[in-house]
């Protein structure tokens, strides 16, 4: 069984830092891209990062500039590092990645979210 578990979310002033991880586990054979997705209150999950395999990158007009996507390939784990961030960044973020399963074909698969809370 394939999961996706998150950690690091929490509550910060504006102009504070948080990094959000999510780590891959089960019984995978390879994972594609990898990304962060939010959902404030009131509003429409949105795509905040995205990075591929390779290690290239698609962000947010949002976030660019303030917000960092990394991957660590052999763990299994993607990073968003969350810099200078502002009041209108609170929203449950999650993770998501297209993962091939062992004998199963490619599907999305989503973690359970992370509530960051930025105050002003």
């Known amino acids: 069984q394939v999961q996706l578990v998150e950690s690091g979310g929490g509550l910060v002033q504006a102009g504070g830092s948080l990094r959000l991880s999510c780590a891959a586990s089960?019984?995978?054979?390879?994972?594609?891209?990898m990304g962060w997705y939010r959902q404030g209150p009131g509003k429409q999950r949105e795509s905040v990062a995205v990075?591929?395999?390779?290690?290239?990158?698609n962000y947010a007009d949002s976030v660019k500039g303030r917000f960092t996507i990394s991957r660590d390939n052999a763990k299994n784990t993607v990073y968003l590092q969350m810099n200078s961030l502002k009041p209108e960044d609170t929203a449950v973020y999650y993770c998501?990645?297209?993962?091939?399963?062992?004998?199963?074909?490619?599907?999305?698969?989503w973690g359970q979210g992370t509530q960051v809370t930025v105050t002003s």
């Open positions: 089960g019984s995978i054979a390879s994972i594609n891209a």
């Open positions: 990075i591929t395999s390779g290690g290239s990158t």
């Open positions: 998501n990645a297209d993962i091939r399963p062992l004998y199963r074909p490619s599907d999305i698969y």
